[in-house]
Every structure is written in structure tokens, then in C-alpha cells.
């Protein structure tokens, strides 16, 4: 009964969500939302990492904050989906260097970091699902899905194809961007556009994995 109505929705395409295997990284803003809509999807071998604990300034955007405060994100988070498997670290250059990323059939990316995003780009692109910056915006109709080189009206996205085309990296993967102009120069945000980015990373992810467009 739980999955009825994916299954109406995704006929037999729905068991290709329940054999996926997906890494999810960082479970702020963005990456809260897009687990717990795949989770409710039917996607049910997920990893997620993150090294961040709960603090009051995330109840404005990240489920589930209010309940934990003070508490390891990852850690919280397992106790809301018990089918999860957490890793709990700093997801940096170095990390994405050493991890191994083949066991995955997706690597959902919902970081800040510059550098882990570029080597994320460079060692996986092949099954990576990308976020650029999500705050300082508040029209969620303003959200777009491009690749990399067609992102536009964001900086984050421009200084990331500015350091790959640096580093001779000419793949395309997806990204979720926003056109919208950002409203302030402090990382203020709104959890109409965040929760947007990470519904439509999930709604990307259930389209690669049942082979749709």
C-alpha cells in the first residue's frame, strides 16, 4: 500500500527504483528534501554523507532540524529512515579522491564545497546529479535543469565552469540552477526555493534511473 500509487504512476519501471543504489551528499536545505522524496518514491538503498550537526539557524530549510538540535545530521536523519546507511565526514577534495564512487548507480550532489564539486565533476560525471547555489532567492519557478556549460544567471555555476575549463574537463553533466538574480549578497535563504532544488535533484534522479527524460 505504501508505494501504490509510484507504482500506478511508474508501472514496472517502479522496480528499477527499488533495485537503485544511490549516494547522496550533504542533507542541508537541498539534500533533505531530495531523500526524503526518494525515500517516499520507493528508492530505498541510499547513502548519505555529511559531517554537520543541527543548529537553530537550520529550522528556516532542512527537515527535521527543529528535533535534533545539537545532533549529527546523519545520524538524525537514520533515525527518521532506518533504511539509509550514513557516513558521517567532511566531504572535501581529498575525500572524493579517495572514495570509491562505483558501487553507485547515482552520485546526487547537494554540497557547497568548490573543490570536492570539481573533483566530484571530474571523477564521475558520468552519474553525477549536480545543485549550484540555491540561496538568496525566492522564486522557486525560477529553478532550471541544464548541464554545466548551460547553467546561467548563477555565479556559483560560472565559477565552477570557469576552474573546470582550467583543468581541460569538457564533460557534460546535469546541474539544478536558478536565473533568478540573487536578492542579497549575505547567504540568506528560503525554503521555497531550497526544497525546490532538492524535489527536482529527486524527480532528476527517478527519470535517470527508469531510463525517462
Known sequence: MRY?????LLGEDFEKLQGARLLLLGVGGVGSFCLDCLIRSGVNDITIVDFDTYDESNQNRQLWSEHHIGESKVKALQTHYPQITVIETRIDEAW???FDFEPYDLVLDAI????AKLALAQKCYAKLIS???????LDPSKIEVGTIWTAHGDRFASKLRY???KRRFSKKYPVIFSSEPPRVKVKGSFMGVTAAFGLT?????VRRLIGSK
Open 131 to 137: 545543485a549550484t547555489g540555491s540561496a538568496k532567492r
Open 96 to 98: 572524493v579522491e579517495a
Open 201 to 205: 535533484m529527486c524527480s532528476l534522479a
Open 163 to 165: 576552474e573546470l575549463k
Open 4 to 8: 501504490e500509487r509510484s507504482r500506478m
Open 112 to 115: 557547497d564545497d568548490t573543490k
